[in-house]
Each structure stands twice: as C-alpha cells, then as structure tokens.
C-alpha cells in the first residue's frame, strides 16, 4: 500500500504568504490531498473527527483532489491549509521556499509500520541470468510510473550510479499504472523485470504463482532499520505539510494530535496511511532529483525523451512532418531518428525562413512581433527584420478599416480569439511605409513554444483579388441595372406607343366637341377639363417616350458646355436664393453629338431635383470637361473607350441611401410627394440614346452627384476620314437634295455633303424643295429628307419628287427609331434609313453604297 500512498499523495505546496490561522474562524480547516479510486471522501471522517477532539475550537475537513496539478493550485492559492505532499514533490518545492514538516508518515512494513520506502527490482525466480541491479541491461522492465519514487525513480537513481543509462542500455521500458498489472507482466514473463514499491511488492507478490525474487540492493543503504527486502536505496515517506499558517499555537497541538494517532488505527487508515512520526530529514530526495535531472534540475542535462517530447511538443511535431517529408524524398536513409530530432529545429527554421508565404511571430503578452520571414519584411515594405521587429500590427495599419468597432478592439478581439480558440482569420488593410495601401488575409495560429505561448501569422496580400472581386460585383450590378431598365423601357415604351394613339383619339375629339359646343353651356366647362387633362397624359406619354428612346431626336454637334452657359440664368432663376450656383466649364469647345434639347431637359430635370434635395439651401457645382475613358473603365461604365465630354452635377442635399439609389431611374419612382418620378428615367433615356451613360454617387445628408457621359465628336476628322474612304474615280461629285425643317440638322448635314465635295440644294420644307427643284437647271442625283415634318411629310414628298425624277434614289434621316417609321408610312427595306443620331461619316458611307448600289434606295 505504500506505492499507493506516494502517488496518491503525491502533492506540491509552495511559498505560502498565509494570513494567521484564526482560531475563532468559522471556516474549517482544510486538509489536501489526492483522492485514488480506493477512497471514498466520507471515509476521512475518523482522521477528522479525531482532530477535531483534539482541537475542539476549529472544524477540520479532508478535500481530496483528483489530480495532482489540482491540489498544488489549491495549496498555492491557499485553499488548503494542510497538506499530504510527496517526498519528490517536497524536495522540489523546498528549493524555492522552506515548507513546514510537521510529520513524516509511516506505512505498514512487515510486522511494523515505517517512515521510509524503497523500491524493489525483481523478477522470476527461474530468471537466473539476472542476479543482481547490474544484470538488468539489455532487458524488458515494467514499472509503476515513471514519477513515483519507490516504484521507480529510485531504481533509476541507482542503476545510473552502475553506469546503467535507461534511455539506452535497457531493450525497453514500459510503464502500467496498476500495480497488478506490474507484477502480472513479470510474472507471465511479458517483461524480464519489474519495478514496485517494497511495501506494496510484499501484499502483491502472491498473485504470481510462480515464485519471485528480489534483487539485492547494490547502494550502500546506511544504518536504517527497514524491516523488508529491497533494492533500492531508503527514501522519507510523505510529508505532512502546513500550508497555510504559521499560528505556533495552533502548529503544536495539530503536532501534537497527529503524532499520537495510534499506529494501525482506524484513524490512521482511515487516510490510507499506518501513522506519524517525527519529520525525517529529505536530503536524500534531493540528490536523487539533481542526479536524475528532475523538477528543477531538469536543464541541468539532458532530459528523458519522455520529458523532452512533453517541453517541446511543437518542435517534435514538426520534426516529425518534417521527417515523414523527408521519407517520401527518400532522404531519411541517411539520416538516423536521433539526428534528425537533433536538426528538427533547423528544419523549421529554414522551412519558415525560406517560405515565399509571409509569416510573422507575435508575442502573445505584447502583441508585438518578435519575429518574422523575409517574405514578411518585403510584404510590409520594409528592408531588414530589425525595423520591423517590435512593431504592432495596429502600426502597420491603415487608418479606415472594414470593421465596426476601433483599430485597436478589433485586434485585441482577434489575439483574445487566437489565444482561446487557437486560430482566428480576418481582412485587415495594412499601409507600406510609402504610403501604399494593401489588403491582408491574416491567419493567426496559436502554438505553444519552449518559452510560452506564440502567435504565428501569415499574411496573404489579397489586393488584387479583392479588387477583381469588387470589379466583377459591380459588373454584375451593372449588367442587372441595364437589363432591368431595358425591360422596364421596353414595358413603357408598349404603353405610352397605345396611349399615345389613344390620346390622339381622345384629345382630337375633345377639342372638336369643345369647338362645336358653345362657351356658355355647362357641358363646355367639362369638355374643357377633359382637354386639360388629356393634354397632361400626352405630355407624360412623351416622356415615357424618352425614357423608352422612341421619342424623335434630333442630333447635331453640340457643345455640353455652351449649353450649360445658355441655360445658367435659367438655371439661377429655377434655384431660387438660397442655393449657390457654381458652374466650371473646361474644354468647352470640345462637341459630343446629342439633340441640344434633350441636353437641356437633361441638365434641367437633374438641377430640379438637386434643388428638391436642399430645401434649405446649399451648393450646387456645375462642371463640364474632357474625360478620356480608359478601356478598363469602359467595361465598367458600359461604354466604348475613347474621349468623352462629362457633366457633373453636384449637391450638398439630403442624399440617398443604396435603397432609393438603386431605383431613381425606374419610371414613376419618386419619394416626393408630389414628384412624378419620370425627371430621372428621362434623363436616362436621353443619355443612352446619345450612346452615353450616366452615373450617381450619393451619401446620405452629404449629398449627391451626378456624372453623365457623352462620346465626344470630332466633327473635321470625321469628314476627312469619310472622304479618304470615298475616292474613288467612279463616285463623281453629285447633287443633292437635303430638307430638313430642322435648321441646325440641315446645316449639319449639308456641310457634311458640302465638305465632302457634293453640290448641296437644301431645302427646309417639302414645298420649298419641290420649288427649288422645279427651278433647278441640273437633275439631282440623291433626295436626302427627313420623315416627320410640319407640312408636307418625308414620304409624301419622296412621291411628288419620283413624278419628276423616277428612278431617284432617296435616303431618309429621322431622329425616330426605325420601328417606329411604320407610322408615317415608310416601309424598311424599300427606301435606305439612317437613324438620327448619326455621324458624318456614317452619312457619307449610306450615300456611297446607294449610289454605288441603287437597287437599294
Ligand atoms: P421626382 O423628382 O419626380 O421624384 P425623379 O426621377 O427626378 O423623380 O427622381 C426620382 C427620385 O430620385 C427622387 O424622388 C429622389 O428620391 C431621388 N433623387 C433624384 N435626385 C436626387 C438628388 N439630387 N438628391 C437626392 N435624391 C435625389
Ligand atoms: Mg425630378
């Protein structure tokens, strides 16, 4: 039983800063110690009772701890106030601070109970090839624990002291925490030898039915009586320690009461120990730890390889990755298991140093690094280890992170969550020491290093993808805006096409029934009405129209910027006081080619809402300038790369959330209450059918900003590329009839015609063409007209013109979308169309291929 108690006592105090025992405390006093599977807490109860006859003002109690790590918490934080400590771990403790010994404790030995303990070596009878402790080389020992004392430790101490190393010169050592089972695998010959505490060796021996015996001590083992066989040298059994108080009183008469506990008694057994005696000295204990390297001892030399692998678990680890790398590069040949323990910090050295992969190592109390790749350095933008060295990774950071709370929460929460959960991951935007801004995938990892807990860190730079990922999202967006509106414009469009027809029926009549009915009859204030309003539904078909593209368009070069200049008094006037207009024109005499209507309907409508978004005044910024659009920003904007006229329009109002944003373009979307929701969607139509875009940057109460987009047009440089296309020997100079009511597209397209080298009549209504060609000496080859016309329309003059000239080609422009021609009675495919807007060279590219190809026309 005595193996028994010194591991189940095996127990540690140490440097008590103990307030005095009170005497009149009404708390008891606790007594630690372990509790084995064999003890059942009540039965302390005799031991307690005992004590607490003998001391009747306080209240004792036995605490039994399941582990010895538990109860050496306990005795530190003072939780106890005595304690059953084992020798080594008193020993160890007592290196550091001198710990009371009240008693040593005695254990049954033979007839007698005894203070000291030994170990026992032994083996089979009929195992004649071992004799003595020296014979034990080369063989198979089993043991108790390689921690306890009797059934262990002293065993090794002195077979070291025979030269004897466990490590090497035994074929194997195996340890069972049961001693049965010790005495078993000895006795069924599994091991050649065993290792037991004598006491517990004399109560177990006859389970083996073959006869075992014990191997002579080899150490000199003094004068002491010790009533049993034994191998090893004597060692003091576990001491019973004060670990909280140093009352005098209070040590005398607990003193006193223990020692005269009848030995065997049922006091005594009740905690699993024969009595008390006197402390014995532990000197002894002590060598024994300095010469095995134990406890504090331990960097003296070398360790076991069992104490190694539990101080260096992470390194061993990674040795062993490394070795099963190694045997699949069918290096491990050459390298033997110690060596490659040896150079397994090498290993992991060079594997971090030379990794392409940035790692840091941060200190887990500072949560600065101290320690890092060069793949590290480089990636923060520094030139050596040292300057980084020290720095937090709150320095390297850029001011504005993706994160709800502070900088320095944040990273307190992610260290906190490495340090419980062992790994934590996130995004943190870092900053280069020039200034540059760079996005990391940071992965902390928790390990455990021979001095203490570490944090590893990767840094990914995920810049680039992040920015891809960006781009690709808003592509996305993108593309899903621009397929909505061109459903819900196509949707429009069908309705505002029906309506308008049934305006046309429902306005017409209205105002021949009004004209017919006189002023004073009550019918006549009703059908004035009805006029009224079907006049305010056409005018809002018209924008619906826009919106959907199918209004007619009239598109010339024109400058954004002069348009802004033409509309600024208006604009003044529309904004009122309270709102300061700032206009800045740049490159003004750069043209895009839009209906200069449309451009101020479009400039007006985002001016009125600008001002609806500053109730209370403020400031509204009006600018026009050249823009170049790069290729990768016209994928972006959905426009084609090139030079672009744009206008920015820009508030302090209110501003829109990413909700209302989404949708200022939709048709009757207004969160006015009494908008019409059709400002923005025309805008939109207008743009897209001058091949622009247009763009909204809004913040809620910082305001907004428009950005619209126009392909800049080069009116010279079209007609000389158009003309270098065209010559050609059999495309003489022709005459050409242009009409257009239109005066600006008429000079427009006359001057295309004119520079290219054509006769020019123009013509700015069907009457006045027929009369010019009425009066013409030379025929003209070509009609160029427009289709919807005041008067005469372009179709009905085609007809008249073809009495005289029957096989003249005509081309017609219209600002209408091809569909929509239908209506005024132009079939396609019949005549040659060009759509409004069109550029010069498109224009002189139609003629080319009618002329060369009449059959077309
Ligand atoms: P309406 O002006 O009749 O409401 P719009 O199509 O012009 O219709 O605008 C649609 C919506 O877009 C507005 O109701 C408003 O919510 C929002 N909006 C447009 N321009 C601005 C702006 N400059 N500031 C804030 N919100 C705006
Ligand atoms: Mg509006």
């Not at 074929?171 to 065993?194: H, K, M, P, R």
């Not at 030139?383 to 307190?412: H, M, W």
């Not at 009239?554 to 206009?583: F, R, T, W, Y």
Request: proline share 5%; charged share 20%.
């Amino acid at each position: 039983m005595m193996g028994i108690v010194s591991l189940v006592f095996l127990l540690a105090g140490l440097l008590f800063p103990s307030p005095p025992l009170n005497a009149q405390s009404d708390d008891p006093i606790t007594i630690g110690t372990i509790t084995g599977q064999i003890q059942a807490p009540n039965s302390f109860l005799p031991f307690t009772e005992y004590l607490e006859s003998r001391l009747p003002e306080h209240e004792f109690e036995v605490e039994g701890f399941s582990t010895i790590d538990a109860l050496i918490r306990a005795v530190k934080d003072e939780a106890v106030d005595l304690a059953f400590i084992t020798p080594v771990a008193l020993a160890e403790l007592n290196l550091e601070g001198e710990l009371r010994v009240l008693a040593t404790i005695t254990q049954p030995a033979g007839e007698t109970f005894s203070p000291w303990l030994a170990g026992t070596v032994f083996t089979r009878s009929s195992k004649t090839d071992i004799q003595t402790m020296a014979d034990i080389r080369g063989r198979k020992v089993i043991a108790l624990s390689e921690l306890a004392l009797g059934g262990w430790l002293s065993a090794v101490r002195d077979w070291q002291e025979l030269g004897i190393n466990i490590e090497s010169d035994l074929e194997s050592v195996d340890f069972q925490f049961s001693y049965e089972s010790v005495i078993d695998s000895v006795c069924s010959g599994a091991s050649d030898a065993g290792v037991i505490a004598a006491n517990t060796f004399q109560n177990l021996a006859s389970r083996c039915e073959e006869s075992l015996k014990i191997l002579p001590p080899a150490m000199e083992t003094g004068n002491i009586d010790y009533p049993l066989a034994h191998s090893t040298r004597l060692y003091p059994e576990v001491a019973f320690t004060l670990a909280g108080s140093n009352n005098e009183t209070f040590v005398r008469d607990i003193t006193r009461a223990i020692l005269d506990i009848e030995p065997g008694s049922d006091i005594a057994r009740s905690v699993n120990i024969g009595g008390f005696t006197a402390p014995l000295p532990y000197t002894e204990v002590g060598l024994l730890m300095r010469e095995l390297r134990l406890g504090p001892f331990a960097s003296v030399g070398e360790l076991t390889l069992r104490q190694y692998l539990d101080n260096n678990i992470y390194a061993v680890t990674l040795a062993l990755i490394l070795i099963i790398v190694l045997i699949s590069a069918g290096l491990l040949n050459s390298l033997s298991l110690s060596h490659k323990f040896r150079n397994s910090e090498n290993y992991r050295k060079s594997i971090f140093e030379g990794s392409h992969i940035p790692m840091v190592i941060v200190d887990q109390h500072q949560r600065t690094f101290i320690d890092m790749n060069i793949a590290a350095v480089k990636q923060y933008g520094y030139q050596n280890k040292d300057e980084l060295i020290g720095k937090s990774l709150t320095e390297l950071s850029a001011p504005d992170q993706d994160i709800n709370s502070s900088i320095a929460d944040a990273f307190e929460q992610y260290t906190n969550k490495v340090l419980t959960t062992g790994r934590a991951t996130f995004e943190w935007w870092h900053v280069r020491p020039g200034g540059e801004k760079w996005l990391a995938k940071i992965h902390l990892m928790a390990f455990e290093s021979v001095d203490g807990l570490r944090i590893q860190s990767t840094v990914e730079d995920i810049t680039k993808q992040k920015q891809r990922e960006e781009e690709r999202s808003q592509l996305e967006q993108q593309l899903e805006f621009s397929q909505r509106m061109e459903s819900i414009g196509r949707l429009a469009g069908g309705i505002a096409h029906d309506f308008n027809n049934l305006l046309t029926v429902i306005n017409g009549y209205s105002e021949i029934l009004l004209e017919d009915t006189p002023k004073n009859e009550p019918v006549a204030r009703i059908l004035e009405q009805i006029k009224k309003a079907g006049n305010r539904a056409a005018e809002l078909t018209q924008k619906l129209l826009t919106f959907s593209r199918r209004q007619a368009v009239h598109p010339v070069p024109v400058s954004l910027g002069m348009i802004v200049e033409d509309s600024a008094e208006m604009i003044k006037s529309v904004l009122g006081e309270s709102i300061a207009l700032e206009v800045e024109l740049q490159d003004a005499d750069k043209k895009v080619f839009a209906d200069p209507g449309q451009l101020q309907q479009v400039l007006l409508n985002l001016v009125v809402n600008a001002k609806d978004a500053m109730p209370d005044g403020g400031d509204l910024k009006i600018t026009c300038r050249e823009s170049i659009v790069s290729p990768r920003e016209a994928s972006s904007l959905e426009i084609e790369a090139g030079p672009y006229i744009e206008m920015i329009v820009s508030d302090n109002g209110i501003g829109m959330d990413a909700n209302i944003s989404k949708h200022i373009f939709d048709p009757f979307f207004t969160t006015k209450d009494t908008g019409t929701g059709l400002g923005l969607s025309t805008v939109y139509g207008i743009i897209q059918q001058s091949l622009g875009t247009i763009r909204v940057n809004s913040e809620i109460n910082k305001g907004t900003t428009f950005s619209v987009y126009l392909p800049e047009t080069d009116v010279e440089q079209e007609i000389q590329e158009a003309e270098e296309l065209l010559i050609n020997p059999e495309l003489k100079s022709l005459s050409i009839m242009v009409v257009d009511n239109e005066k600006e597209i008429n000079e427009y397209t006359s001057s295309i015609l004119q520079k290219a080298g054509h006769q020019v009549i123009a013509a700015e209504s069907g009457l006045e063409a027929l009369d010019l060609i009425a009066s013409l000496e030379v025929p003209i080859d070509l009609l160029v007209t427009d289709v919807v016309m005041n008067g005469m329309r372009g179709g009905e003059l085609a007809e008249l013109v073809s009495k005289q000239y029957p096989d003249i080609p005509v081309l017609y422009i219209s600002g209408y979308p091809e569909d929509a021609l239908a209506l005024h009675g132009i079939q396609r495919g019949t005549e040659s169309f060009l759509a409004k807007p069109f550029s010069p060279g498109q224009l002189l590219n139609r003629i080319h291929q009618i002329i060369k190809n009449p059959s077309l026309a």
